[in-house]
């Protein structure tokens, strides 16, 4: 008795364990494999409901574009134009860093020689240690206004969204928009929104 | 009697059918597609003369550049107009990115030239443009890519 009770324990154990293997075969079989993709590319994922790298690359080159066609830099007194990166706030409800589409500007704008960026003004400067040495060095020669740098322009902004929905289908509109203010006159020199909507019923891989 | 001597191959179709083809494509042209009014009949003189290498002979049916005009943008670099024109039946979507060129025929590497996406409407277009990242662009490249339905 106790010998066949062993023997359809073992049975069952053997067969559940050769229904697993061909399971994880097939699900191994059956899924997409890792892949590298070109960032941005029409290949990348596409999510209805939050804000996506291709997104933000668009609206990267969105800003950028309209920076350049307008020859608002070029009006600047320093040669390049110097800039300072106020707040960007994100008031979506999709999670991703405000710097990924500001330092693709960065980028494009220093790297080019369009204009140069200060790190060490203001309250909001994104290097305070520097920040510190430069005033250090300053009130030590003496100079604690000339030394200190004057940027032409302060770049702020926001992105919002709205979202809406009919049925199981979802949309979802993001607005990025950028101001430059010129910072001695206080005035608005150069504004930009850039809108993306996306809409379905759920994310897809491709564009 | 034959109604069509010189076609025989329409003489075998029958009328009600000719009629029936008829209606349906009028129908297909007519669902969601837009008309469109202009004045102009001449090109613009920003115009300017393009190639293209055709790999999907899709969207060169449905979809196909029309006019393309660059000029110096108020900054300075080039600015690039295309319009696109839907020749379908459908509303379609596209992607495309514009690379720029220097003088010298090589890419400006830039964080402009990204994949963007556009609609176009049935019977209607749209116009893309970008703008050069610098005055050193003399020229561009379009690649346009239908989108995944």
Known sequence: MTTHIARTSLAILSRSLALCTVGMLVASGCGSPAKYVETGSPQSIVSVGEVDMQDILKASSGMLESLIETGVLKTASAKPAQLVIDKVVNDTSSQFDVGELLYRMREQLVNSGQATVITTFGANAEDKTAQEQLRAQAFRQGNAVEGMPAPDFSLSGKITQVKRQAGNTQQSTYTFRLTLTNIRSGVEVWTKTVDMTKQGTKNSVGF | ?149
């Open chain 2, 1 to 149: 009697m034959n109604r069509f001597p010189r076609y025989p191959a329409v003489a075998a179709v029958p009328a009600t059918a000719i009629l029936a083809i008829a209606l349906v494509a009028a129908a297909l042209t007519a669902c969601g597609s837009v008309n469109t009014t202009y004045t102009r009949t001449t090109p613009s003189a920003t115009a300017v003369p393009t190639n293209t290498q055709v790999n999907d002979a899709l969207t060169q049916i449905f979809l196909r550049a029309g006019e393309v005009r660059m000029f110096p943008s108020k900054g300075g670099p080039l600015e690039v107009q295309v319009d696109v024109i839907n020749n379908g039946f459908s509303y379609r979507g596209f992607s495309y990115r514009f690379d720029w060129v220097d003088a010298n025929g090589s890419v400006i590497p830039s964080q402009v030239s990204v994949w963007k996406t556009s609609n176009v409407p049935s019977g209607g277009s749209t116009t893309i443009r970008a703008i050069a990242p610098s005055e050193s662009a003399t020229d561009f490249r379009l690649q346009v890519r239908r989108a995944d339905e």
